[in-house]
């Protein structure tokens, strides 16, 4: 798992937003010339490029969870996952972390730290602080598609954290089991919150901070509500731990409106399109549209839910030669997913469609329903997590109340699937807490009939047959063939202690 910092801070010219590219300059011979204010860009841009890239995304976990299905080259949906795909994505996420690991350490280094302060960049502390919590959402976001993995922490020299060693390189770091992970990322995240909240009346990075503005303040809450998220994984493997870290977060401060949402908000310019529209427009395909699944769901056809939900018109678009909304069934093989053509099924919306999407690493709605859920299921915080969802998404005061009067009481399956809805284009999100909780329930499994009905003149019934896997939904995808061959002794070592490299291996954090 050898990566060259060099190579990355020389790219991240090439990379940043056109509106945060400001006579930068760039010598891959020194990288301590390189501004934070530009590697922390760069680094925002590259996270959210492979959490939401059409590999692991689009063609993963926004399949796997059922929102999208393909029109055509359907294998994915079926479980066929190139192993390119694993490479694309491991590889791509641990630039991410040695640009944010240069941040720290041109943050920390007595010869560069005061000049890493310059023209407004911020405190010492507070860089470190947020490039914390960003390292945090990066290795969630490798653990959980995964499981065991290289990691590093900043507050922890644990010896089984040895990812972003440099000097010397190494090449060869030992994979750290979940448990730890996720122990140290909630306690990383305690501490740079508090960090943040010390100094929440400062800014940071300003403009180069494409999530936040250079707010400290919301980076503090950004930091307790993952704690929400990633201390309700450990509810069932760790409660102390859970309540220690779900309680002190609530206390020091979560998100309270959609004010506080974290996003990454694209540009209209190329090549800085979101990532649903590079892969569809700029590439002139429309390989996904809307699964049966889901648009059945919002069309209040399932009974889990018998109520049209007012954020149809956004998540979806009608089926052209249609004019209402039609999903299309989830997992075909190539020749029946050839029998709908894109204009008679719905493709996504217009609105997450957009060049200038602005993708979401955690919103106000996730936090209240993840309060909901502590608070054993309560009414008030899972319609304030509707409410907040509708909200942010444009819907009419008049649809707001109409649905939420349309509800079901609260409890475990209405509250997750409320929750699915909510988390729509946050693949890896929804896709962990299915794994977790194993909601939504409707989710189409192997021999399940997705279609029936009459095509060209006749009555045909179509199932859902998976190429790989066990049946269900994957539990994971396979490690980089990279990292069986560079790092093969620790590679095996992981496999010892988690299970065989197939994507039916469940993860020990998701494991009941």
């Not at 809805?421 to 946050?426: D, G, H, P, R, S």
Request: proline share 4%; charged share 20%.
């Amino acid at each position: 798992m050898k990566i060259n910092k060099l190579y990355i801070l020389g790219l991240f010219a090439s990379i940043l937003l056109s509106s945060c590219v400001d006579n930068i300059n760039e010598d891959p011979n020194r990288p301590t010339s390189v501004p934070t204010t530009s590697l922390i860009t760069s680094a925002e841009k590259s996270l959210v490029d492979n959490l939401r890239n059409e590999s692991v995304s689009l063609r993963g976990s926004m399949l796997f969870v059922q929102y999208f299905a393909q029109n055509t080259y359907t294998t994915q949906s079926r479980y066929d996952i190139p192993f390119s795909y694993s490479d694309d994505y491991w590889k791509g996420l641990y630039k991410t972390l040695n640009n944010l690991e240069e941040v720290i350490k041109l943050n920390t280094d007595p010869v560069t730290k005061d000049v890493a302060t310059a023209n407004g960049a911020g405190r010492n502390a507070t860089q470190i602080a947020i490039s914390r919590v960003l390292k945090s959402y990066a290795f969630y976001a490798l653990t959980d598609v995964f499981g065991n993995i290289p990691y590093e922490s900043y507050g922890n020299k644990d010896t089984d954290f040895q990812a972003l060693q440099h000097e010397p390189e190494n090449i060869t770091p030992v994979y750290a089991s979940q448990e730890k992970i996720y122990t140290d990322i909630l306690n990383e995240l305690k501490a740079a919150g508090d960090t943040l909240i010390k100094y929440q009346a400062e800014t940071t990075f300003g403009k180069s901070d494409i999530i936040y503005g250079g707010s400290n303040q919301k980076w503090a809450k950004f930091a307790n509500s993952l704690r929400l998220r990633f201390s309700t994984r450990l509810k069932d493997k760790n409660q102390a731990l859970y309540k220690e870290h779900f309680e002190d977060a609530q206390n020091k401060g979560v998100f309270t409106s959609n004010g506080d949402n974290a996003a990454f908000k694209y540009s209209v310019t190329s090549p800085n399109e979101a990532p649903l529209y590079r892969a569809t427009v700029t590439a002139n395909r429309k390989d996904f549209a809307i699964s049966h699944v889901f648009a059945d769901l919002l069309q209040g056809k399932n009974a889990v839910l018998p109520a049209v939900d007012p954020r149809l018109p956004i998540y979806a678009l009608p089926a052209a030669t249609r004019g209402t909304y039609f999903g299309l069934p989830y997992g075909l093989a190539n020749d029946q997913a050839g029998k709908f053509a894109a204009t008679g099924v719905s493709l996504p919306g217009s609105v997450v469609n957009a060049a200038n999407y602005a993708e979401v690493l955690m919103e106000y709605a996730e936090v209240e329903f993840l309060i909901s859920e502590y608070n054993g299921w309560s009414q008030s915080n899972y319609e304030s997590g509707v409410r907040a969802s509708l909200e942010k998404w444009g819907v009419s005061a008049d649809n707001v109340t109409a649905y939420l009067a349309s509800l079901p009481a609260a409890n475990q399956k209405n509250v997750l699937t409320q929750k699915y809805i909510a988390l729509y284009m946050q693949g890896l999100e929804s896709w962990s807490e299915y794994r977790r909780t194993g909601y939504p329930d409707f989710l189409v499994k192997e021999g399940d009939i997705v279609f029936q009905g009459t095509i060209d003149g006749e009555e045909v019934t179509y199932r859902f047959e998976p190429l790989f896997g066990d049946g269900g939904i994957p539990s994971r995808l396979y490690y980089p063939t990279k990292e069986q061959n560079v790092n093969q002794a620790n590679y095996q070592q992981a496999l010892s202690a988690q299970g065989n490299d197939k994507i039916e291996t469940k993860l020990w954090v998701f494991k009941n």
